[in-house]
């Protein structure tokens, strides 16, 4: 049974399955739905928790041995196994088959993995865990939708935040949702009556936004220049390697380059929904693209790196940024020396 974050709510206040699994890379999402499936087993009476962290082969030989033996205490238990990665291999995929597969109504097994792939998603292990269990997918709150999660947040904190509080707020916490709840507690305790302005956010809430390198991209593509420049700077503040930045913006260009030149489009590439939408925004203003000249301004970027051209390899990397864009800051380069 596949659940969302939604709908957990209510299907534990009407049902416990024997098994469920939680995958997602959000820490504060993933989380919460353990806790709030832990909480509902706790109340149907599995008291004792037992917790195994895998990630080696041979723990699993302590998750089987335990399995083949009763309760400490005689009670009903909640075991818990913390996947490092969504492939088990073969011995944790035999183990988690057989765990899937037994009648145990005095055992609730609760998985927590990092996000699925579409691999992992056809493992003999998940199919049990589909016919057996729940499964909570857990999706990062892209930037668009940012807003609309922290008014949420809002509501259930009774915190009444205007307009530019809120976007002030998702600018500061974009990629990071433990840090945007965190900020929100706190906000709870600072402000006054509950209410909250941009004022009281600019005063009180650190810049906490976090980004990997799939967000430049999607900013580049999506047009999105100002951001696409943020997220280059929060990058660089990180310590990101110069090359996998370098490395997203020229994936985004041979998309775009590959997307503009098929009749097809962006949508016969396949790919995430959201990448696709970002391409799609994209082709429609690649007429208006050099692509040599593009192509030209990567190569400055990449000898910069390679210390093979004087200049700043983060300062070439946003001007591509920004032609990407449609935005170009300076002329474009006619050659790579220039």
Known sequence: MKLTLESL????????????????????????????????ARAAGFTEREVHFLERAADWEDVRASAGTLSLFGSRRLMELRLSTARP???????????????????????????LDRDAQASQWFRALESHGGWVPVWPVEADKLVGWLRGRCRRLRLEV????????????????????????????????????????????????????????EAVLEGEAGRALRVLSGLRSEGTEQTLVLWA?????????????????SRARGGWQRQAAALDKAVRRAPRLSFR????????????????????????????AADICGRPAVPAPRSMLK
């Open 9 to 40: 709510g209510s299907h534990l206040d009407q049902r416990l399955l024997p098994a469920y699994l939680v995958s997602g890379d959000e820490p504060l999402l993933t989380g919460e739905a353990a806790d709030a499936i832990r909480a509902r």
């Open 89 to 115: 291999g073969t011995a944790g995929g035999g183990t988690l088959l057989t765990l899937l597969e037994r009648s145990d109504p005095d055992t609730l097994l609760l998985i927590l993995a990092p996000r």
């Open 162 to 217: 205007d307009e530019e509080a809120l976007a002030l707020l998702a600018e500061r916490t974009e990629g990071n949702l433990l840090a945007a709840h965190q900020e929100l507690e706190k906000l709870r305790l600072l402000a006054p009556g509950g209410a909250v302005t941009s004022d009281t956010v600019l005063a009180s809430v650190a810049d906490s936004a976090r980004f990997d390198v799939f967000r430049l991209s």
């Open 249 to 265: 913006l020229t994936k985004a260009l041979r998309d775009l380059w590959g997307a503009a030149s098929s009749a097809g489009g």
């Open 293 to 320: 000249a593009l192509a030209l301004r990567a190569a400055r970027a990449d000898r910069m790196i390679k210390g093979r051209l004087q200049g700043n390899a983060w300062d070439e990397m946003a001007l591509l």
